[in-house]
């Protein structure tokens, strides 16, 4: 249950984070202002250079020890793709004008398995001894 729970802080955290940089991500930026979180844009420099890679590394750790917990490859490799994705946007591919779109792409990936976590769980492997 709390590797549950992490994996949500971890693609929250992200999204959080995400829409605290107007500059970086002028869709998300948007997205913001209109739900009235344009007051994050203050915190710009600590949720791009800190908490997205914080929170990033989290899921992707999180992420990597339920897929070696249950042995599920397909599953473990889509839950894995999301953060994969947002930290190589943040550190290497960074300069790359299409960068952008794979970071929207990771976030919204993370959201997308986070939800299907919670509609159609992973099933626990089953042992007959």
Known sequence: MINKILDKVGSGGIWLAALSCT???PALGSLASALGL????HFEGIAVNTLLPLFAALALF????????????VRGILSVIGPIAVLL???PLWQYDWSTYLF????????????LDIIKP???PVCNI
Not at 64 to 72: A, L, R
Not at 104 to 115: D, E, N, R
């Open 38 to 41: 344009g007051f994050l844009s």
């Open 122 to 124: 992973v099933k626990e």
């Open 23 to 25: 500059a970086c991500f």
């Open 104 to 115: 929207y792409f990771g976030i919204t990936w993370m959201a997308f398995m986070s939800v």
């Open 89 to 91: 946007t943040l550190f």
């Open 62 to 73: 999180i992420n990597s020890y339920n897929w070696y917990q249950h042995k599920q490859v």
